[in-house]
């Protein structure tokens, strides 16, 4: 399950928080994700739902993004990152794992912390859409990438994300379908992205930091 959510972390925010692509070539599929990367950015949050398919499994859930801080929430487990603690909740254990993140570890769930290195790795083209749609194919330039190939599916009319699909490099499928994803212009308290130990008073507390 750890797995799967990550992947929503990682690719989810792929398109969210990039930033331009001037190493990419200067084409129309890369000033699409550079428009839908700066309407995004620009925002003082965004809230999305989604539903993640991947191994015959599937979830669905909400995320909520600012900057670099997230939380989000499923049946599963719910977790949250304030940009140096993440703590992430399983009720079926009612254990909350703390956390603070290497690089490594982050990337894991958050793509900013690799999101330097995405511009040089992939090449980008539009592909056939559905009418209202913009599909854009990301092609990894190095056969050791761990995500080979990104499709991201725009809509038009907003150039928002509506759908994600990545392969791995073990040839694994993960399609994220996000049927709701706002910009808000207001801002969020950073609690919203920190643990509230009010709310879980019987959770056990296993701090791995």
Known sequence: MDKLLNHIFRVILVVTAMGPLSSFAANDAAKLLDQSAAKIKSAKSISASYT?????????????LSGDKFTTANNAMTTWYDGKTQWTYAPSTAEVNIIEPTDEELAASNPLAIISGLKNRYTASIIKSAPGYRTILLKAISKANEWPQITV????????PSAISIKGNDGSITNIAIPSIQ????????SAFRFDRKKYPTAKIVDLR
Not at 183 to 189: D, E, F, G, M, Y
């Open 153 to 160: 599916t725009l809509k038009s009319s907003t150039l928002l």
């Open 52 to 64: 993640l398919q991947s191994g015959g499994n599937s979830i669905k859930g909400t995320l909520l």
């Open 183 to 190: 910009i808000r212009n207001t801002p969020v308290s950073d």
